[in-house]
């Protein structure tokens, strides 16, 4: 590629990201689902029920339980009162009700009396199921059940993993693995991580699937230290698990822009090039840094996937931490488990089609997976 083509790539990256910027900024607000004044826990009595949930618009457990609230203030709203929060929109509310993961859904009373509060999805009937543990009966008994073919796909899957979660050693541990997995296939800033780690491999050339395998599982290691560091810490500040605000993504969107462009090789590579000393563990080492930095963005996305989990660990703590910890394992393992095979695949395609990183197909690869870590980039810089 010629200077003037990278002159003209590195233009179009930065009018694009204006422009997102711009769009994000003008972008009409969705209308409130319910009051739109900040709540407050001064227990005012109150003339029905009261669910209140609080989520964001880009969280897929949040997308999710749209449909479900929905149907609960069409079909229950003479008897129950349905409150929506964006947190984005009204962080007061997250400091007041003291949410630290999303979607976390609040039950009260008629006189405004906490009774429970759910971390992660519930369908339509655990929900009517909590109230009427409370002796707070909304639905009718003549009333049909909802039904699993009624329901879309994401609540299914969502109502089923949070049922196995909570449900036998065995199941839980297998549910915890699956919804690791989930987190990377359902989330678009996870997806993200695939192009991103392929193209990192892909642009060191030929290797052994050994070290493909390690270098995959040093980077995911490294998004998974920098997740959790960062839960602690906002968890510690009493800020919302994972959300450090929109300055993160915009950090990690520039790194983003950055591998991308070294993908497209419209900037030099910093971890190659003749002369250099220990390539392979400077590699690893980039692969390890790589992942620390990409996990700065993923706070908020991976604590919506990992609130059931969590709820379960927060609730088990005083009876059986080790149970709790290992179920956090068995997420991070199933986690961690796509981009390594991602990685790890990327190898076995060189070897068979006995590519080096100057191969023609090899460059194709490397160039999709840098064009996708720019979009990654503009949609991190989007959803921050």
């Known amino acids: 590629m010629n200077v003037i083509a990278k002159i003209v790539v590195i233009i179009a990256i930065i009018a694009a990201a204006v422009a997102v910027v711009v769009f994000k900024d003008n972008e009409t607000p969705p209308a409130p689902a319910g009051p739109t004044d900040t709540p407050t826990q001064d227990n005012t009595p109150a003339a029905l029920p009261r669910l209140m949930e609080f989520g964001r618009g880009k969280c897929e457990a949040c997308k999710a339980l749209i449909p479900v609230l929905k149907e609960l203030r069409k079909e229950y709203g003479d008897k129950l009162e349905v409150e ?4 984005s929109e009204d962080p007061v509310a997250v400091q007041v009700f003291g949410i630290q993961i999303i979607p976390t859904l609040i039950f009260f009373d008629a006189s405004g009396r906490e009774l429970n509060r759910h971390q992660g999805f519930m369908s339509k009937d655990d929900i009517l199921s909590m109230f009427a543990e409370h002796g707070i ?3 009718d008994e003549t009333a049909p059940v909802e039904t699993t073919q009624q329901r879309g796909l994401m609540r299914r899957v969502f109502g089923t993993l949070a049922r196995a979660v909570e449900g036998s050693a065995a199941v839980a541990v297998a549910a915890s693995f699956a919804w690791g997995i989930l987190s990377i296939l ?7 991580s695939i192009p991103l780690i392929v193209g990192f491999i892909d642009k060191q050339g030929r290797t052994t699937t050994g070290r493909a395998f390690v270098v995959s599982t040093l980077f995911s290691v490294g998004i998974l230290i ?16 994972g959300d450090i605000g929109a300055y993160g993504n915009y950090v990690v969107a520039v790194i983003f822009f950055l591998v991308g462009l070294v993908l ?7 971890w190659s090039g003749p002369g250099q000393v220990g390539m392979k563990r400077k590699g690893m ?7 620390l930095v990409f996990g700065i963005a993923l706070g908020p996305c991976t604590f919506a996937f990992m609130a059931p989990m969590l709820g379960v ?3 088990l703590a005083a009876v059986s931490l080790a149970y709790g910890i290992l179920l956090l394992a068995a997420y991070g393992v199933g986690h961690c488990s796509v981009i390594v095979l991602a990685g ?5 395609v060189q070897r068979y089609l006995n590519w080096n990183e100057r191969s023609k197909g090899a460059v194709i690869v490397k160039r999709i997976c840098g064009a996708l870590v720019l979009f990654g980039g503009l949609y991190l810089m989007y959803t921050a």
């Open 84 to 87: 929506q929060i964006d947190i």
């Open 137 to 139: 009966v909304l639905r």
């Open 186 to 192: 359902l989330s678009p800033c996870h997806l993200t």
């Open 226 to 241: 920098t997740i959790g560091l960062i839960g602690a810490i906002t968890a510690a500040a009493g800020r919302l698990m």
């Open 264 to 270: 497209l090789d419209v900037l030099p590579t910093p």
């Open 285 to 291: 080492l980039a692969a390890f840094v790589l992942g």
């Open 313 to 315: 660990t927060f609730r």
């Open 344 to 348: 790890t695949c990327t190898e076995l």
